[in-house]
């Protein structure tokens, strides 16, 4: 086993939310059909860093290992994804792995997310079921429109085009493209659409709809191809139409 | 909608942007594209600008207090982004950051050419014509501070343009938006062109 093929990894570390981060290389066993989250576990196991010293096992996030529950974005050679999915014969060695720094960075390569559920409460992305009495069937959905409004409800919260907006950073607060696309989803629903118009306007508090400056990133980036940007311009639409019925309008409800 | 502030700003930076800058941008382009034919064209087409009524209003209301608002709020939101075309290195994020590129280099540029035209003009009493322009762009450095002013100021109109239709919700399939953007690059090249013509029929 003397010519034992291996992976070269260059990994950004931080031990702490507020400590310094620094690179370490690593050189893990090839195995046929490797993702990122195997050679990560591949470091566990066995943590020697490339120069045969023994070092702290990375640590990363993860769930589903399929794809749908987002925990495990980081950016691999420049790119947010999931270490899931990405494929180590289809990345170009070294392997980079960095974590997703527009969010605070936990440990490593996970980070905490937490805003963009903040967001997405915000701008009430949920259908209100609650009664004091059972309230019965909601109405129906047509079949074409339910398979449209599955595209957008597919978003898993991951990050990646948040990380990918040039918008989304330390210096403005945008809630970036995610919660924006997701009222798109619960305005449509019929039930949904009785909140419509409070929707509306915590879409257009401050951080909201309006901080999109068009750099459509997120639509190319969305690992879940969510027509993002699509749902952006069809929010600006019905922005227009808010704002004109609520200056204009007296009696306006939805 | 008082309350959302920040989307009233944004829509009315939005705005002001076409109407009116850029439609005074497009006739001011084409009035002076009158130095093409003629510089007794030139000065004749600058003079019936120069007649219209109430010409300090119309100038500070079409002018100078919307390209404030524009300038100030622009630089705010170009200072806001963190650019990253060379991760995400796609068409719209390379237009996304000229447009931020171009609104500085038009900011510098308008000051100076409003200070050399309009206010050099009020205190000094230089009149404002064919030669003094001629005069101008002589110097070859000024004619390329010219050259890349007026191409910047061309170009943050065009995608300027793009994204008003985006941000009104008029453009919102990626289709209509594909279209727009071919549109826009019209907008750009026909305007780029005139610009130019001027000011080459100036200075030689
Ligand atoms: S919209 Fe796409 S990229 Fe953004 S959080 Fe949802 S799944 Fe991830
Ligand atoms: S582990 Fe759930 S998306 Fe990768």
Redesign the interface.
């Known amino acids: 086993m003397a010519d034992q093929k291996t992976i070269k990894m260059i990994i950004q570390r931080q031990d702490e939310p507020n400590a310094q981060p620094y690179e370490e290389e690593f050189e893990i066993p090839y195995r046929k059909n490797m993702n990122v989250i195997s050679a990560l576990m591949e470091i566990r196991r066995n943590p020697v860093n490339a120069k045969g010293e023994k070092t702290t096992p990375v640590y990363w996030d993860m769930g589903c290992l399929e794809e749908v529950c987002g925990a495990c974005s980081m950016v691999i050679n420049?790119?947010a994804q999931q270490s899931c999915t990405a494929l180590i014969d289809q990345l170009e060695q070294p392997v980079r792995l960095e974590p997703m720094k527009t969010f605070p960075v936990m440990r490593d390569l996970a980070v905490d997310r937490s805003r963009m559920f903040d967001s997405l409460k915000q701008v009430k992305a949920w259908v209100p079921i609650d009664g004091t009495y059972d309230l019965g069937e909601g109405p129906r959905m047509a079949e074409s429109k339910r398979q449209w409004a599955y595209e957008l409800s597919k978003c898993m919260t991951c990050g990646v085009c948040l990380e990918?907006c040039?918008?989304v950073?330390s210096?403005?607060d945008f809630i970036g493209p995610a919660p924006l696309s997701q009222v798109r989803l619960f305005n449509a629903h019929p039930t949904g659409a009785y909140h419509k118009a409070e929707r509306m306007?915590a879409l257009?508090?401050?951080?909201?709809?309006?901080?999109c400056?068009?750099?459509?990133?997120c639509v190319?980036?969305c690992p879940k191809g969510i027509?993002l940007?699509?749902s952006?311009?069809?929010?600006?639409?019905?922005?227009?139409v808010h704002?004109f019925k609520?200056?204009f309008g007296s009696d306006y409800h939805n | 909608m008082a309350e959302n502030r920040e989307f009233f700003n944004r829509r009315l930076h939005s705005l002001l942007g076409v109407v009116p800058i850029g439609l005074f941008l497009m006739q001011h382009l084409v009035v002076n594209h009158f130095a093409t034919y003629s510089p007794e064209a030139f000065n004749q087409a600058a003079h019936f600008m120069e007649g219209l009524p109430l010409r300090i209003f119309l100038e500070f209301a079409v002018i100078y207090i919307p390209l404030l608002f524009h300038a100030i709020y622009g630089v705010y939101i170009a200072f806001t982004a963190k650019n990253n075309v060379s991760r995400y290195g796609f068409f719209r994020n390379w237009m996304f950051l000229l447009q931020r590129i171009t609104g500085i280099i038009t900011l510098i540029f308008i000051v100076w050419h409003v200070w050399e035209t309009r206010l050099a003009y009020a205190i000094y009493g230089t009149e404002v014509n064919f030669d003094m322009m001629a005069t101008i762009l002589s110097s070859p450095f000024m004619f390329w501070f010219y050259v890349i002013g007026v191409i910047s100021a061309i170009f943050h109109f065009a995608n300027g343009l793009w994204s008003f239709f985006v941000t009104w919700g008029i453009t919102v399939t990626p289709r209509s938006q594909k279209v727009l953007t071919y549109a826009t690059l019209g907008v750009f090249i026909i305007f780029t062109y005139m610009g130019m013509a001027t000011l080459i029929a100036f200075a030689y």
């Open positions: 420049g790119k990918a040039p918008n950073n210096k403005s306007d257009l508090d401050d951080g909201g709809l309006q901080d400056g068009n750099s459509q990133n190319q980036a027509p940007t699509t952006i311009a069809a929010l600006n639409r019905e922005a227009t704002s609520s200056f």
